[in-house]
């Protein structure tokens, strides 16, 4: 807190605010009293000035393109570290020792397989399933399955929970792929790390040898350390906010997945590689970029933009050079796809109005070449978002019920709607 104050005049009456200074990133106002001392509320719809909450987790200046996990920057996590190093920074606050990291990367490997009643649920969805879909049942229902897991009042059980889902998630992901292409699920191989692993389980068969390509389980990593946590995004909130009832976490995260999976959040990755297959060659680039700068055309150029990043974003930065390490692996020099994407970007960065609205490409843009490339079909690329991202909602979700001051979040409203009527017999209207 500082001596620094905000003061309110409603109707000639003044109210003072405290301000609040974080660690890092601008100042606070805490508005926390304002209805009880002045019987109004804030509007902020879609809460662009608002902080739902305090967290020492993640922190992002957008104008900067600075993401770092815990004080540490993306960019070295990213090339230096692997996930689970990462994952361990989230949920324990520090980087761990290689005692430490030996012995949460075995806890990790020890919970990858699921209970073996599981697969029949996998069974009960239609082939044509959405991957997606899947998983938002599937994940709600590990709480049928995992009871000794969901009293979250105990600190053992939520640490077991948060294990259980970094664990499982992979294998999830993969029996969901591997039931829409009616493949037998591959059963996780615990010698293997946590990117190789989940390459296994989704391209192996059970009657070949599978040996994982390492520049592959390499960037795979990195797509997972990258996406890992992104502060008080949609879907953390969405977690937070499912949490703060009490519910368990599985149902928690479950709710998290099911709003990843919009196209404006999760979903824009699978959005943007569509995007370009449909522009389909560089000659018909200015007619998209027309159309994305239209008032009168929904159309957005996928992949471009975000809500809080108004310079690049800092995770497109390395997963470019990734993707174009996974090409050349692959052996692919002139593929179409990523030529138009390399020429929408050079557009954007140039083209008055991207530049004016701050439209840089997002991570969403690089993650789906790399992705396809990897041999992802495009409906599994937000399914590998929410594998990434369960370990922020669960870093995110722990902090929230760890904290004292924890309260159910419960928004209020502008009304506009009808005042106060009669009701009139349905044989009267
Ligand atoms: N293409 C064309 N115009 C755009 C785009 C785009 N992709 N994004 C924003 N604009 C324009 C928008 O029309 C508006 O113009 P004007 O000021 O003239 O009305 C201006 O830019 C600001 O747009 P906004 O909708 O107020 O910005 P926002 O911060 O609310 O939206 C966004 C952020 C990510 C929803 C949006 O940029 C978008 O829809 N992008 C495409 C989808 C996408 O790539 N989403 C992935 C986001 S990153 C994933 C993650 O971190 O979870």
Known sequence: MTDKKATLTIDGKNWDFPILTGSMGPDVIDISTLYKITNHFTLDPGFTSTASCESEITFIDGYEGVLAYRGYQIEQLANEGDFLETCYLLLYGELPTLSQKAKFDSQITQHTMLHEQMGKLFSGFRRDAHPMAIMVGVVGALSAFYHDSTDISDERQRMIASMRMIAKM?????MAYKYSIGQPPIYPA?????ASNFLRMCFAVPCEDYRV???FSRAMDRIFTLHADHEQNASTSTV??????GANPFACIAAGIACLWGPAHGGANEAALNMLNEIGTPDRIPEFIA????????????????????SYDPRAKILQKTTHEVLEALGIKDDPILEIAMQLEKIALTDKYFVKRNLYPNIDF???ITLKALGFPTDMFTVLFAVARTVGWIAQWKEMIEDPNQKIGRPRQLFQGSNIRNYVPVDKR
């Open 170 to 174: 992979p294998t999830i992901a993969a």
């Open 190 to 194: 615990n010698d293997l790390d946590y």
């Open 213 to 215: 390509n390492p520049v």
């Open 240 to 245: 937070r906010l499912a949490g703060s009832s």
């Open 291 to 310: 159309r994305a700068k239209d008032k009168d055309d929904p159309f957005r150029l996928m992949g471009f933009g975000h809500r809080v990043y108004k």
């Open 366 to 368: 690089y993650s789906g």
